[in-house]
């Protein structure tokens, strides 16, 4: 605890009128998402931190006052792959334990070269795009400062990125003629032509997108972090957010950005082909640091999968500068990583598809860290840190090693969820003092064999009140936009590039649509969008899986589609009262709704 007092002692101070004079770096090795509200930097280790220009991770509003000091994806596990010891540990804390590239077969790391070591950033209006406000926060200056080179170079390394996005080393596109290569094509005038009539890259139709490829074979770095030595995982992060997306009238998601991390077990060259990781569990770090160092408080919401930050006081001088009253910061847990359930019946999604036989886990515990808890941070460099990591993660305190010792609430009570009361009402167990705070949103277990892959999406969300107890409300209603968004696959309507030949407005993405109404007593309405030309069915099912009706079975080209359901099944018959399935399929991509039919 104290070396990070340390060092935010030194570097935490409000950067706002900071300039840079380097260019940016054609092979990237930091990048910042600052399309929104946000404003967050990422090195191509993965380590969500500062830079020596920009002394903080994440600034909320973006660019103008301190949110997090810095945030990052760590695991524990025990590992069977006959070497000692199996206990071990790895990921992104206030130090890196991982190194940029992906890993071959065998447990060998990518070559490095000039585009291993690279961090991927692109916008979809690059070119078009005014960029001033891009270049000031990536380069720390106010935007009257922004010079034209600052502003060409952001639009140089975003046309380089969109030429050179790692489809081969696994980063997301849109795969216009469904063949998996990735040929991106451009316009006379060098704009770049979009999905569906063209490759590009991105994902979620997202506004922005950060990829990038890391791993843990480099020993020196797995053993500074926690003593652990390597396991081989490699780990694909996928950052993404909004700048505007209307949902039922409504501007959301400009306080949001969504985190993918993708991890696959691959194995060091040591690792036999039975290898396996037990008890995996994964834990967002954040260490929030919301407006001036050291007067937050931290809480989780049990309900939303959530944790976060907020302000112990109404008056904050970072905000004070720009007459605003504190905001508050959350991460939430919006898809959990899969775990084998033996009813086949449960459904996961995994890769925006359903997966049967697994669920998504939640939030499984939450802990809190604060200013002059010195048992609380597991030692850096050394094992005693990975076996204190584990057991927070497991919930239990870090120090003594053995035996453990749980954490309890105020009345005696052991719990796995710290401070899960709500400070806009008052009411439960609540953060007491103000100090610098930091929390772990914990989910697992689950085992991986290698070869195996599992994910784990996290929403950063802020929100900004008229007091810092609104600015809670503020940030928990972020969070079940989020919620809502992931819930339904993030299948939302985004602006499509117009077909010149047709002028005819085609869907970016493959929807399936609740139907309209639902519950309903006569008929029903489906409509359903095709991103490019598929054989579709779509069919209603009912709780057995038995086809009900038949709706389509054809050829159908890219465009918007609706169906009047009249209720009735293939022989004719009306349907009787109860739940039945929509279910699409079209090439690779599959969706199932629920029906209500009341008689």
């Not at 992104?92 to 291993?116: H, L």
């Not at 030595?229 to 993404?240: A, L, N, S, V, Y």
């Amino acid at each position: 605890m104290k070396y990070k007092l340390l060092i935010k002692a030194i570097f935490l101070v409000h950067f706002t009128g900071l300039t840079q004079t380097h260019a940016q770096s054609s092979a990237n090795h930091n990048t910042q998402m600052n399309i929104n509200n946000f404003a967050l930097r990422i090195h191509n280790d993965g380590l969500v931190s500062s830079t020596n220009n920009i002394p903080i991770a994440v600034t909320f509003p973006a660019g103008k006052v301190d949110a997090v000091y810095t945030d990052g994806l760590i695991w524990g596990g025990i590992v069977h792959d006959g070497q000692e010891p199996r206990i071990r540990a790895g990921g992104t804390y206030y130090e890196s334990g991982m190194q940029p590239r992906r890993i071959f077969s065998g447990g060998v790391a990518e070559p490095v070269d000039s585009t291993s070591q690279t961090i991927w950033r692109i916008r979809r209006d690059w070119l078009e795009a005014d960029l001033r406000r891009d270049a000031s926060l990536f380069y720390g200056t106010t935007e009257d400062s922004v010079t034209a080179k600052q502003i060409e170079q952001i639009r140089a390394q975003y046309r380089t990125d969109w030429r050179a996005w790692p489809v081969e080393k696994g980063a997301p596109f849109y795969d216009a003629n469904g063949d998996g290569i990735y040929t991106p094509r451009f316009n006379p005038d060098g704009s770049p032509v979009l999905f569906p009539i063209a490759d590009e890259p991105g994902l979620a139709a997202a506004d922005q997108v950060i990829w990038l490829v890391i791993n843990d074979l480099d020993s020196t770095k797995t053993t500074a972090l926690f003593g652990s030595p390597p396991i081989g995982i490699e780990m694909q992060m996928t950052f993404w957010a909004y700048n505007y997306l209307n949902l039922y009238g409504t501007a959301q998601l400009k306080n949001t950005i969504f985190k993918r991390y993708r991890l696959i077990y691959k194995g060091t060259a040591a690792t036999p082909g039975n290898a396996q990781i037990d008890s995996l569990h994964l834990a967002n770090y954040t260490d929030v640091n919301i407006g001036s160092f050291g007067d937050d408080m931290a809480g989780c919401d049990t309900t939303l999968d959530l944790g976060f930050g907020y302000n112990g006081s109404e008056i904050d001088a970072q905000f004070l500068l720009i007459q605003q009253s504190p905001t508050a910061i959350g991460n939430t847990i919006v898809q959990g990583p899969l775990q084998k359930k033996a009813q086949q019946s449960s459904a996961a999604i995994f890769n925006f598809q359903p997966r049967n036989g697994y669920i998504n886990l939640p939030m499984t515990a939450f802990r809190v860290d604060w200013a002059g808890d010195d048992t609380s941070h597991p030692n850096m460099g050394q094992y005693d840190g990975t076996l204190q990591l584990w057991n927070i993660l497991r919930s239990f305190r870090a120090r003594p090693i053995s035996p453990l010792i749980p954490r309890y609430d105020p009345e005696g009570n052991i719990v796995k969820f710290i401070f899960p009361g709500d400070p806009v009402t008052g009411s439960g167990w609540l953060s007491y003092h103000p100090s610098s705070h930091s929390f772990w949103l914990i989910t697992g277990p689950f085992n991986m064999a290698l070869g195996d892959t599992n994910e784990v999406i996290i929403a950063m969300v802020g929100g900004h009140g008229s007091s810092r107890l609104a600015s809670v409300s503020a940030m928990k209603l972020e969070a079940k936009w989020a919620r809502f968004v992931a819930k339904h696959n993030f299948a939302l309507e985004f602006e499509s590039e117009i077909n010149e030949e047709t002028a005819t407005e085609l869907p970016r993405n493959f929807i399936l649509y609740q139907n309209r109404p639902n519950p309903f007593t006569e008929s029903t309405t489906i409509e359903y969008d095709i991103a490019v030309a598929k054989h579709v069915k779509i069919g209603i099912i009912n709780i057995y899986g038995q086809e009900v009706k038949q709706l389509v079975n054809a050829e159908q080209p890219a465009g918007h589609y609706s169906i009047l359901w009249d209720g009735r099944t293939n022989s004719g018959q009306t349907i009787a009262t109860g739940i039945n399935l929509c279910q699409i399929q079209a090439g690779g991509f599959s969706e199932t709704k629920k029906m209500l039919v009341v008689r």
